[in-house]
């Protein structure tokens, strides 16, 4: 499939649930095909990135927090530059982090603390990748420009992909 297709970035939509179905059940395939076997975390998380970018139409920006401490750092990631660290607690990748959970914003404007590093964004979901031992090791950021682009089909998929490939 291209880029420029109807799952492409040119073609931005939010996809029916039929739609993501298919196709996080194609990138999960696609993930599971490049990674196997492969151990480097940095190699992991930005094949993760690009797979699910160039994958999902609503993702306008993909990519990772990684926990460093007592703050998130970013990257790896696709889409415009982001913003670089982020507070225990703070926004909704903080706050993911914090309450060591999923988190689906609707609308950004509508989330206190939102931190909006591109103002094209209008909802996100943030999902925890966890060490053994359950701790919160990075949280996966996707936004879009699209309003409630994200519910329990996207949530779903990338929470078996966060068991999957948590670095
Ligand atoms: N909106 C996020 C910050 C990260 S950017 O969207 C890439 C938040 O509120 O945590």
């Known amino acids: 499939m291209s880029h420029g297709d109807a799952f492409g970035k040119e073609t931005g939509r939010v996809p029916s649930p039929a739609e993501k179905s298919e196709l996080f059940g194609r990138a999960a395939g696609e993930i599971e095909a490049i990674l196997t076997g492969e151990t480097d975390p940095v190699t992991i998380l930005s094949t993760?990135?690009?797979?699910?970018?160039?994958?999902?139409?609503?993702?306008?920006?993909?990519?990772?927090?990684?926990?460093?401490?007592?703050?998130?750092?970013?990257?790896?990631?696709?889409?415009?530059?982001?913003?670089?660290?982020?507070?225990?607690?703070?926004?909704?990748?903080?706050?993911?982090?914090?309450?060591?959970?999923?988190?689906?914003?609707?609308?950004?404007?509508?989330?206190?603390?939102?931190?909006?590093?591109?103002?094209?964004?209008?909802?996100?979901?943030?999902?925890?990748?966890?060490?053994?031992?359950?701790?919160?090791?990075?949280v996966l950021d996707i936004d879009s420009t699209f309003p409630g682009?994200?519910?329990d089909e996207d949530r779903i998929a990338l929470e078996a992909i966060a068991a999957r490939w948590s670095p």
């Open 149 to 151: 682009a994200f519910g």
């Open 48 to 138: 993760v990135v690009a797979v699910l970018h160039h994958r999902m139409p609503h993702a306008f920006w993909t990519g990772f927090y990684r926990v460093c401490g007592d703050e998130l750092r970013a990257g790896p990631y696709q889409g415009t530059p982001a913003c670089l660290r982020i507070r225990r607690g703070a926004g909704v990748c903080g706050t993911a982090w914090a309450e060591n959970r999923t988190i689906v914003v609707d609308d950004v404007d509508a989330f206190p603390g939102h931190i909006a590093c591109d103002a094209r964004s209008a909802s996100e979901i943030v999902v925890p990748f966890r060490d053994a031992d359950g701790n919160v090791a990075a």
